[in-house]
């Protein structure tokens, strides 16, 4: 099913990672939109997404460097093939659409890919043979400040202060086809990605937006390849609240996928034209 993706643009602005939770439930309607989302947005075959409605302490590991969830009863888990080889981009993209959601429904969120229980998930989830458990996150209601530890856990600038779009991206794509890419660049900046790492890199070839991953030390065992998955997802959903059409091509791992223009296809029409019939150029 297609989803309306450009609903989710006012999302990217307004998340933030949260992992103080209130305890109370989400409303019925809040259930039912998520259900809806992990069970009708499966554009691939090699990841999905399910709602685990109370999920008791299922966020339950101190983690040095993060520190605790609380209060969550409610959890989104983002489910790969461990075979495949692009899943983790397809969690990344998939496990996001859920959190925007989540956030376009008034509610916190904060991915993970190491603090749950493993366990806990497997008993309130059937895996598929071939799937694993890739990352999860708590979603639920949370107070309108964040709390003591959660202050805490973002003192450091580190751990929110985003790289500029030119710290990601290399100038023509601010400038390419009349900037068509600046604002889904901004979108990504805001993307969340482990400890904060922005690994996500850009470049225009051939009139696409490329993306590669940053070189550079392993900060956390986290796949990057999750982080380009979530930043696909803000490409798309800016192209579509910018009234763009166009469509991401995966590819080996530099760049890890290009997003091409429809326009591009009405580019070499024209080009093709000009070169058949001279008389236009
Ligand atoms: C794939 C992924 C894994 C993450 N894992 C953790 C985690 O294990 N624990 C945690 O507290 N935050 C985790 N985060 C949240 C990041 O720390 C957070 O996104 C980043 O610091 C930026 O802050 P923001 O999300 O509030 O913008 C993860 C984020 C992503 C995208």
């Given at each position: 099913m297609a989803y309306p993706l450009a609903a989710w643009r006012p999302a990217i602005d307004v998340r933030q990672s949260r992992r103080t939770y209130t305890r109370a439930p989400l409303t019925q309607e809040q259930t039912a939109k998520l259900r809806r989302l992990c069970k009708d947005f499966r554009p691939f075959d090699d990841a999905r997404v399910e709602l685990i409605e109370d999920a008791g302490d299922l966020f339950t590991s101190d983690d040095v460097g993060y520190g605790r969830i609380s209060g969550a009863r409610t959890a989104l888990v983002f489910i790969g093939r461990v075979k495949s080889p692009q899943s983790d981009l397809h969690v990344g993209y998939l496990g996001e659409a859920a959190v925007l959601e989540a956030t376009r429904l008034g509610?916190?969120?904060c991915w993970t890919h190491r603090m749950y229980s493993a366990s806990t998930v497997a008993s309130h989830v059937a895996l598929d043979y071939g799937e694993r458990v890739v990352a999860a996150s708590p979603v639920g209601f949370v107070p309108s400040a964040p709390s003591i530890g959660e202050r805490l856990q973002t003192l450091s600038p580190a751990a929110t202060e985003r790289l500029p779009v030119a710290g990601i991206a290399e100038s023509q794509c601010l400038t390419h086809s009349r900037g068509m890419y600046r604002e889904p660049l901004e979108a990504v900046r805001r993307a969340p990605s482990p400890l904060n790492r922005?690994?996500?890199?850009?470049?225009?070839?051939?009139?696409?937006?490329c993306l590669t991953l940053a070189a550079g030390q392993e900060v956390t065992r986290c796949p990057k390849r999750i982080d380009a998955g979530i930043a696909m997802l803000h490409v798309d959903v800016a192209m579509a609240a910018t009234g763009h059409e166009g469509k991401w091509?995966?590819?080996?791992?530099a760049p890890v996928a290009r997003w091409r223009p429809r326009l591009a296809v009405v580019d070499d029409i024209a080009e093709e034209n000009d070169r058949r019939h001279p008389i236009y150029t």
């Open positions: 509610l916190g969120t922005q690994v996500w890199r850009f470049t225009v070839e051939d009139g696409c937006l091509e995966t590819c080996g791992s």
